[in-house]
């Protein structure tokens, strides 16, 4: 099994930017598709963005495209959510999320279908 634990959350002023890191340890990640998701107080977990195994393939939710970038390091077996522009509206709980996939390309932006989870990591933008 893959253990994942996010850090580089914190507080940052609207405009900021933050880099949160999902360190894998157990397995490498070039066999795992990476998600990363966010929660903020009672609303639902919402898909962020997805990264494939082989990093070709890369989908974000439509209110980060363009600030958000999620990349993946395999020699040090960790995927990257860079984060700019943050607004008060990304303050959340993010959470990196890995499935195991054969499939070079696949992606997928419902949480059931990651089996493996980090603990998450606090964002607050303050406005």
């Known amino acids: 099994q893959v253990q994942l634990v996010e850090s580089g959350g914190g507080l940052v002023q609207a405009g900021g930017s933050l880099r949160l890191s999902c360190a894998a340890s157990g397995r490498t990640l070039d066999m795992y598709v990476v998600g990363w998701f966010r929660q903020a107080p009672g609303k639902e977990r919402e898909f962020v963005a997805a990264?494939?195994?082989?990093?070709?393939?890369?989908v974000y939710v439509t209110s980060v495209r363009g600030r958000f970038t999620i990349s993946k390091d395999n020699t040090k077996n960790t995927v990257f959510l860079q984060m700019n522009s943050l607004k008060p509206e990304d303050t959340a709980a993010y959470y990196c999320a890995a499935d195991f996939t054969f499939l070079n390309d696949y992606v997928a932006r419902d949480a059931r279908s990651y089996a493996y989870w980090g603990q998450g990591t606090q964002v607050t933008v303050s406005s």
């Open positions: 990264i494939s195994r082989n990093g070709d393939n890369i």
